[in-house]
Every structure is written in structure tokens, then in C-alpha cells.
């Protein structure tokens, strides 16, 4: 599941290593833009810009779309509702088995969109708390700190407070830092985590790469 197609989130696809190998089987949505998906995909994948196209990947690949709305898909529920962000139609999902879920909301914009809410990072949002109610695990765009996000509010992103606070308000058991500045250092990095980090729900995390999250295998467990 794409949230939207600028290049950060995109560039990745043909070196996906679950994806890039002769017997695997992928199958990508996207937000639904009423043009061909593997036509949008060509705009930056395909000759001379890349050697191939999305449709020559190894393995087994299905380009589709997807709209807003509740939809079965591979055995999991998924709910799609469109969230505020710069420069092209974006998605946050909500993904859930019946036992575990999680919500993602990459590229999350709501202080640029909406005006700055009851602190200044943007509203808690009907459709942003709708997509985190009692999650598991809220995936959250935190690019920026609340100092910061006024000198970039119209750069399509949030602040890592907001995420925490968001997170907090849907009653979401963890929150997960993700989608830092580049110019972040890890260092930079960790100090933001432990500075809104605090004991009870939720429970906050910094993204790191090559981390695996355990999901709950029933109702006592924890993200």
C-alpha cells in the first residue's frame, strides 16, 4: 500500500528485496487518481530515467488502485482515508487482522491544511483519529519538532508532538516516530525519543531501520 507517490516513497520500489526476486508475488496500490497506475509509476520508473519499467520487475507484479473505504485485501481489513499533504493525493491506513492493528499516516500535514489547533501543530482531526482509534501501533510522520513546524508549515509534514498527542488522544498503545528530518542526526534523534517518551500510554518509539515490531497474538498483549 503506496500513501502517495513523491519520489522518497517511491524511488524504493525496484529494490525491494521481499519483491525483487523470480518467485515472489507483489501486489501495489496506490491512491486511486483516475489514471492508469502503472502509467503514473512509468512518470518516474522507465527509460531514461530508470532502466525498466514497473511492469518488467522480477517476480510476479500487480499494479491496482484504491479508494477511500473499508476494503478486504489478503485477508486483512483496511481502511483508507485521505489526509492532508502537499502536492498529490495522500493516503493514511489502518490496518488490522481482528487481533493487531496498525495505523500509518506518512506525510501527515494538518497544521498547513487546517490552520494550527489547540497547540499549534495542526487539528486532531476527525479522519487522522478515526484511522488510530485504540491501534496497536500508530506509524506517524514526525519530521519536524513543534519549534520548528512553524518555519516549514507549508512543507506537507507534522511534528513529532503532534504524532505523540495524536496518539494519546486515540488512545493508541504505541506511537512510532518515523519519517525524521534528514538533516536529524541519530543522536539528534534518540534525544527526541526520550524527551517525549514517558511512562504509560502511549508508548513512543523512534523508528529505526531493520526493526521488527511484534504485534499482539491476543487482547492482553503489547505492541
Request: proline letters at 8%.
Amino acid at each position: 500500500l503506496l500513501g502517495h507517490l513523491h519520489w522518497d516513497h517511491t524511488y524504493g520500489l525496484p529494490f525491494f528485496r521481499g519483491g525483487d526476486r523470480p518467485d515472489a508475488v507483489t501486489r501495489l496500490l496506490l491512491p486511486e487518481q483516475h489514471v492508469d497506475p502503472v502509467e503514473l509509476l512509468r512518470r518516474f520508473m522507465g527509460p531514461p530515467a530508470f532502466p525498466i519499467e514497473p511492469d518488467l520487475l522480477r517476480g510476479n507484479w500487480t499494479f491496482g488502485a484504491i479508494d477511500e473505504g473499508v476494503h478486504s485485501i489478503e485477508g486483512f481489513e483496511v481502511l483508507a482515508r485521505e489526509i492532508p499533504h502537499k502536492g498529490g493525493r495522500t493516503f493514511g491506513y489502518r490496518i488490522s487482522d481482528g487481533v493487531g492493528s496498525i495505523a500509518y499516516l506518512s506525510d501527515h500535514g494538518p497544521a498547513g491544511a487546517m490552520g494550527p489547533g489547540p497547540d499549534g501543530s495542526g487539528p486532531y482531526h476527525e479522519t487522522a483519529l478515526e484511522l488510530c482509534d485504540r491501534v496497536d501501533v500508530v506509524i506517524h510522520d514526525a519530521q519536524y519538532t513543534a519549534d520548528e513546524l512553524p518555519d516549514r508549515i507549508d512543507f506537507g509534514h507534522s511534528a513529532a508532538e503532534y504524532a505523540v498527542e495524536l496518539g494519546r488522544r486515540s488512545a493508541a498503545r504505541s506511537v512510532l516516530l518515523f519519517h525524521h528530518d534528514p538533516d536529524r542526526t541519530d543522536d539528534e534523534v534518540d534525544a527526541l525519543e526520550r524527551r517525549l517518551g514517558s511512562p504509560g500510554t502511549p508508548n513512543v518509539v523512534a523508528a529505526r531501520e531493520g526493526d521488527t515490531i511484534h504485534l499482539p497474538d491476543s487482547g492482553e498483549g503489547h505492541a
